[in-house]
């Protein structure tokens, strides 16, 4: 049973620093892609990160490059996510997922099959 566990989440101030992290089991973590899906009240789902297998492929959504880094450390089956420079309009729910399938990449959240319970992150002006 895949299990994906967040935390990390929290208030913080514009401009200020959160790491999220994600703890996962169930599945062969090391052949999987990952990403992390925020989703703001009243807005669509949009994936901010997503990283492949071994770390080698990354993708960041626009508005957070250069601010956001994600990252795995599959001895460990974590995957995280360090936000600098965070702004009031990435206050979301972050869900951490992983693919469907191994081997490849997820990118549209509808390409996650496995969700965690998300963490709130919310950034104050």
């Known amino acids: 049973q895949v299990q994906l566990v967040e935390s990390g989440g929290g208030l913080v101030q514009a401009g200020g620093s959160l790491r999220l992290s994600c703890a996962a089991s169930?599945?062969?973590?090391?052949?999987?892609?990952m990403g992390w899906v925020r989703q703001a009240p009243g807005k669509e789902r949009e994936t901010v990160a997503a990283?492949?297998?071994?770390?080698?492929?990354?993708y960041y959504k626009d508005s957070v490059k250069g601010r956001f880094t994600i990252s795995r450390d599959n001895a460990k089956n974590m995957v995280f996510l360090q936000m600098d420079s965070l702004k009031p309009d990435d206050t979301a729910v972050y869900y951490c997922?992983?693919?469907?399938?191994?081997?490849?990449?997820?990118?549209?959240?509808?390409?996650?099959?496995?969700w965690g319970q998300g963490t709130q992150v919310t950034v104050s002006s």
């Open positions: 169930g599945f062969t973590f090391g052949t999987f892609g």
């Open positions: 990283i492949n297998k071994n770390g080698s492929r990354l």
């Open positions: 997922a992983s693919d469907r399938s191994p081997y490849g990449m997820a990118l549209r959240p509808n390409d996650f099959g496995s």
